[in-house]
């Protein structure tokens, strides 16, 4: 883990190892900074958890907003906003500059809010998010409100997730669609059998 880096950098992770075995046990890394706010009583994480630097977790709500599966792989600058809830499987591996979250300012469905209104006078609207075991989230993309994230898939770079994404499935686009699919042993452009 540290050949790769110069002096500066090995530096920096082991300092940041030796805090992750004190504030994080059984964490694998936890790199600083690292912001959680909320309180670490609202994360609840698995074994050999790894974050990246700057990754932000603002949690919110009662209970325990934010869950993480075991062998996690967090990049950098990776943004969890968790009002209710947010459930990541095992073996789920990020990309950095990704953004999830469970809540948005305001409704704009059945019951809009008002765009008169400042965004931050509006009421917090929450919806789960449910990501599955095995999946990969590309470069900077967003997984929205509401959605839920089979197993096996991918998501690729800069996509914004606004739907169900079922298991074995690659997306990609705003908003994303499916591209391929897993059949028996190999990936099939999306619609083909």
């Not at 839920?148 to 074995?168: C, L």
Request: positive net charge; aromatic residues 8%.
């Amino acid at each position: 883990m540290f050949g790769q880096y110069g002096p500066s950098e090995t530096f920096k992770n082991v300092w940041a190892l030796l805090l992750t075995k004190v504030l994080f046990p059984g964490a694998r890394l936890v790199r600083r900074p690292f912001y959680l706010r909320g309180g670490k009583c609202r994360f609840v994480y698995g074994e050999g958890f790894t974050c990246g630097y700057s990754c932000r977790f603002d949690l919110a709500g009662d209970g325990t907003p934010l869950i993480v599966g075991k062998n996690c792989k967090i990049n950098d600058r990776v943004h969890i906003s968790a009002h209710e809830s947010v459930v990541i499987g095992d073996n789920v591996l990020m990309a950095s500059n990704i953004f999830i979250s469970d809540n948005s300012h305001g409704s704009y469905g059945d019951d809009p809010s008002l765009p008169d209104m400042a965004p931050d006078d509006r009421k917090i609207v929450t919806k789960p998010v449910r990501i599955g075991d095995n999946v990969w989230i590309g470069e900077g993309a967003a997984v929205m409100p509401g959605v839920t994230i089979g197993n096996g898939v991918i998501i690729g770079t800069n996509a914004v997730v606004t739907r169900d994404v079922p298991d074995n499935v690659i997306v990609a686009g705003v908003p994303a669609k499916p591209i391929k699919r897993f059949v028996g042993e190999g990936w099939l452009p999306s619609g083909k059998r």
